[in-house]
T-cell receptor, first 113, second 113 residues
Framework: GAVVSQHPSRVICKSGTSVKIECRSL??????MFWYRQFPKQSLMLMAT?????????EQGVEKDKFLINHASLTLSTLTVTSAHPEDSSFYIC?????????FGPGTRLLVL | GENVEQHPSTLSVQEGDSAVIKCTYS??????FPWYKQELGKRPQLIID?????GEKKDQRIAVTLNKTAKHFSLHITETQPEDSAVYFC????????????FGGGTRLMVKP
């Protein structure tokens, strides 16, 4: 149990376009999901906390208008990278809380050309 | 906010030897300390966690110790195997996993056969 999926697993887009990443809890309901960003050979940096039915909480330095988060249901949170630029290229990972443990999705590798 | 330091950043051991990774945290309110294993390009997998009401927890070859007074916790892997090679992250969180995780910088463990 406690499986988290992400889609797509990898995406290549042109600079200036928007990309949506989905995070789903497959066998449990998650009122809280988290979005992380990971650069090569670096740690996971929390970007925002996604709360079902309310606004996301963003970490300091993360632009809420650039990284739009929507948590419309108990099993789905989406992260939209708007007007993507090459510096947004990274590995984006979500996690969902289930019974006092956080379970991670497989990640989405974004490459902005 | 919380700050988690992890050492060493890289660790190379011979198969069968033990490996120890250490983390320190700054926020005395933190009371949940998970350890994740991440293989290249994959999601972090929870391998063991400890809560502040215990000082040690063991699961087969893996053990974690916690010193609340000194604000540090350690991961111990005994009888290492080549498949233990990965990046290991420690993390800290207040209020169990209900709140966000702050990750350490990661340790790249290499087990030489």
């Amino acid at each position: 149990g406690a499986v988290v999926s992400q889609h797509p697993s990898r995406v290549i887009c042109k600079s200036g376009t928007s990309v949506k990443i989905e995070c789903r809890s497959l066998d449990f309901q998650a009122t809280t999901m988290f979005w992380y960003r990971q650069f090569p050979k670096q740690s996971l940096m929390l970007m925002a906390t996604s709360n079902e039915g309310s606004k996301a909480t963003y970490e300091q330095g993360v632009e809420k208008d650039k990284f739009l988060i929507n948590h419309a249901s108990l099993t789905l949170s989406t992260l939209t990278v708007t007007s993507a630029h090459p510096e947004d290229s990274s590995f984006y990972i979500c996690s969902a809380r289930h019974q006092e443990t956080q379970y991670f999705g497989p990640g989405t590798r974004l490459l902005v050309l | 906010g919380e700050n988690v330091e992890q050492h060493p950043s890289t660790l190379s051991v011979q198969e069968g030897d033990s490996a120890v990774i250490k983390c320190t945290y700054s926020d005395s309110a933190s009371n949940y300390f998970p350890w994740y294993k991440q293989e290249l390009g994959k999601r972090p997998q929870l391998i063991i966690d400890i809560r502040s009401n215990v000082g040690e927890k063991k699961d087969q070859r893996i053990a974690v110790t916690l010193n609340k007074t000194a604000k540090h916790f350690s991961l111990h892997i005994t009888e290492t195997q080549p498949e233990d090679s990965a990046v290991y992250f420690c993390a800290a969180s207040p209020n169990n996993a209900g709140n966000m995780l702050t990750f350490g910088g990661g340790t790249r463990l290499m087990v030489k056969p």
